[in-house]
């Protein structure tokens, strides 16, 4: 059974970080891209970041630019997203996914999602 595992959320004050990780099981981890995007409340799912296959990474808009730091590690089939110097606006549930190959924007095209994971900033 293909899954992924994400963890790693919780609350953190506005300028602080959030380590979030991404464990993959049951499918060819190093042919995939792997990526994070999220979903805040009354707001539609949107693209964070991505790491295709390859290792080329992909920032999806500039509000985690620069704040953000995706990696991966592929002998652990574990992937990771550093979030540092969070806003409030930050605050989303965050979702693993994973795709064949390369990174998109396209929802739809990611067959494998993990369960979220609550990232909530404030004071």
């Known amino acids: 059974q293909s899954q992924l595992l994400d963890s790693g959320g919780g609350l953190a004050q506005p300028g602080g970080s959030l380590k979030l990780s991404c464990a993959g099981s049951?499918?060819?981890?190093?042919?995939?891209?792997i990526g994070w995007f999220r979903q805040a409340p009354g707001k539609e799912r949107e693209g964070v970041s991505c790491m295709d296959s390859g290792g080329l990474v992909t920032y999806f808009g500039s509000p985690v630019k620069g704040r953000f730091t995706i990696s991966r590690d592929n002998a652990r089939n574990t992937a990771y997203l550093q979030l540092n110097s969070l806003k409030p606006e930050d605050s989303a549930i965050y979702y693993c996914v994973a795709k064949s190959t390369y990174c998109n924007t396209r929802v739809e095209e990611y067959p494998y999602w993990g369960q979220g994971t609550r990232v909530t900033v404030s004071s």
């Open positions: 049951g499918f060819h981890w190093n042919y995939y891209a």
